[in-house]
Nanobody, 114 residues
């Protein structure tokens, strides 16, 4: 068995910064460096939305709402993906989830106060 574990969420004022981490372990760790990693977010009553992805070769994709403010990266040596978030806005408040293939983490709460 393996899992994805997110960390780094918290409460921050608008304009502030947070960096989330997603670490793979067990069987997922063994396939980490050959799969795209994605960060998603979800608010209660809303659909989960894609925030950013980072490919095996490091290519990235960002949702329009976070372009220029969020940076996704990965470190295959430690089976970890990161989401650096700056200039946070109240609209960024959500539970953030990490995804690799069919695997999801448990989520980490990000709350941005105005």
């Amino acid at each position: 068995q393996g899992q994805l574990v997110e960390s780094g969420g918290g409460l921050v004022q608008a304009g502030g910064s947070l960096t989330l981490a997603c670490t793979a372990s067990g069987s997922i760790e063994r396939i980490f460096n050959i799969n795209v990693v994605g960060w998603y977010r979800q608010n209660a009553g809303k659909q989960r939305e894609l925030v950013a992805t980072v490919g095996v070769g490091g290519n990235t994709y960002y949702a329009d709402s976070v372009k220029g403010r969020f940076t996704i990266s990965r470190d295959n040596a430690v089976s970890t993906a990161y989401l650096q978030m700056i200039k946070l806005e109240p609209e960024d408040t959500a539970v953030y989830y990490c995804n690799l293939w069919k695997h999801w983490g448990q989520g980490t709460q990000v709350t941005v106060s105005s």
